[in-house]
């Protein structure tokens, strides 16, 4: 079944969106006649500049309305639910104590230069976010906050040390890809050590998919809402599961 989807604004379907940008001129009219007709070019209609203004020497901001025309299949969109696995805290603990029949061992840390850790610290930290209380509080693991930026070499030395179980690593920011580069050398790393197929290697970030995780090498990748027990009862599942292929 197909089922067509467009951005919404005053009416069903209409495509109506929102849209900002940043232009290297001096702030004018002319200058808000360019960005109206670059939208134009970028295949918009209907667009109305709503605000221009100068931010810097040299820099001008704008926020437009505008419509597209175009439309998504949402039937043929099928990413990864990894929250299916989902399970409170006290069924985490009763799953690993009797599928792993130890404590999992899981580091978690801000890569690269990056030094925003309030998302690695809602999955691990006793509080948790949102009432979902966080990895350390758990019977079952052993956690590790190892903080921000932590260079991916130390990262891998600890993963080593500690005979590490699992791996969560987190980037905010994103420009010119540093949050790709960052964690594709930490997984190449891993590769290169010896440890990738030892570890469950998870990234995390406003801007983070499962999809991205994937086509980087990793086993997961959790993203904007995500609450402490999806994390954790990814982790248990997907141990027990790689245990019990390796007692075969």
């Known amino acids: 079944m197909t089922k067509l989807v467009k951005p919404y604004g005053d009416t069903q379907n209409d495509g109506k969106v929102q849209l900002s940008f940043t232009l290297p001129v001096e702030w004018s009219e002319a200058a808000d006649e360019a960005a109206r007709q670059l939208a134009g070019k970028m295949g918009f209609t209907d667009v109305q500049v709503v605000d221009g203004r100068r931010i810097a020497t040299g820099f001008s901001f704008f926020v437009l309305y505008a419509s597209t025309p175009q ?18 805290m006290e069924e985490v603990d009763a799953f ?106 998870i990234c995390g970030g406003p801007r983070v998919t499962n999809r991205l995780a994937g086509e980087l090498g990793y086993d997961a990748g959790f993203g904007r809402g995500t609450l402490p027990s999806e994390v954790a009862a990814f982790i248990a599942d997907t141990l027990a599961r790689r245990l019990r292929l390796a007692a075969r």
């Open 71 to 88: 439309a998504v299949d949402l039937e043929s969109i099928a990413p990864a639910a990894l929250r299916a696995h989902a399970m409170s």
């Open 96 to 201: 690993v104590a009797e599928r792993i029949g130890r404590k999992i061992r899981v580091a978690g840390a801000c890569i690269g230069t990056d030094a925003h850790t309030v998302g690695i610290d809602a999955i691990l930290n006793m509080k948790g976010y949102k009432g979902d209380y966080g990895l350390e509080r758990y019977l079952m693991f052993e956690t590790f906050n190892l903080g921000s930026q932590v260079a991916v070499e130390r990262l891998v030395r600890f993963t080593r040390e500690r005979q590490l179980d699992a791996l969560l690593v987190s980037q905010v920011v994103t420009q010119k890809g540093s949050d790709v580069k960052n964690f594709t050398a930490l997984s190449e790393l891993l590769e290169a050590e010896g440890l990738r197929d030892r570890v469950v290697l």
